[in-house]
């Protein structure tokens, strides 16, 4: 079953608002979780790092006052896309590290949410 | 040179075949590796993970790590109409570092 989730699954807003979208670890924590965006027929672009209990880190030519980013506790990390505008609408996709036995780790993407900026 | 390069493709395939997705990365302290698949439309999904070199098959897949190459390969056997998605190589140098994709292979399996 699914270990990251994501809500919601679709938004449609209005220029100018703001759209926030969970992610969640169902079955284990996560002090780091990733955030990307993808537009139609491109590769997925890593937006920012979010991190429990510091700032968030974000890639070159994102901007952090737009995108904001809360890692709230251990399992929630929150993007909130801040004053939305048509270019912004894209599927936006959490992923999160899961620890394994032995050390090792996977990293599991929760299911998307696409957004629609009207 | 890329971080993680693999062969856009179309890389079509008929229903039954061998699939060979091929995958070079550039940096060599990687550890982990894995192979994702993405449906149009859809999230990634996990479908491997290898972590030494050498082969580890799981059902219809084999992944193979060749770390002094610095090369990771998918193989796909019987493949099936359904198997037909992006397949990303995604390397990682430590267990919580950021997952940086290139821009994946597109299988295409012709039924």
């Known amino acids: 079953g699914a270990v990251v989730s994501q809500h919601p699954s679709r938004v449609i807003c209005k220029s100018g608002t703001s759209v926030k979208i969970e992610c969640r670890s169902l079955?284990?924590?996560?002090?780091?979780m990733f955030w990307y965006r993808q537009f139609p027929k491109q590769s997925l672009m890593l937006m920012a790092t979010s991190n429990e209990g510091s700032k968030a880190t974000y890639e070159q030519g994102v901007e952090k006052d737009k995108f904001l980013i809360n890692h709230a506790s251990l399992t929630l990390s929150t993007l909130t896309v801040t004053s939305a505008h048509p270019e912004d609408s894209s599927f936006y996709i959490c992923?999160?590290?899961?620890?394994?036995?032995?050390?090792?780790?996977?990293?599991?993407f929760g299911p998307g949410t696409r957004l629609t900026v009207l | 040179q890329k971080e993680v390069e693999q062969n856009s493709g179309p890389l079509s395939v008929p229903e039954g075949a061998i699939a060979s997705l091929n995958c070079t990365y550039s940096?060599?302290?990687?550890?982990?590796f894995f192979w994702y698949r993405q449906y149009s439309g859809k999230s990634p999904e996990l479908i491997m993970s290898?972590?030494?070199?050498g082969d580890k098959e799981d059902g219809r897949f084999t992944a193979q790590l060749n770390k002094a190459s610095q090369y990771v390969s998918l193989l796909i056997r019987d493949s099936q109409p359904s198997d037909s998605a992006t397949y990303l190589c995604?390397?990682?140098?430590?267990?919580?570092?950021?997952?940086?994709f290139g821009t994946g292979t597109k299988l295409q399996v012709i039924p």
């Open positions: 995604a390397p990682l140098a430590g267990g919580y570092q950021k997952v940086t």
């Open positions: 079955d284990f924590q996560a002090t780091t």
């Open positions: 992923s999160a590290p899961k620890p394994l036995a032995g050390g090792n780790n996977e990293q599991f």
């Open positions: 290898i972590y030494s070199n």
């Open positions: 940096d060599r302290v990687s550890q982990s």
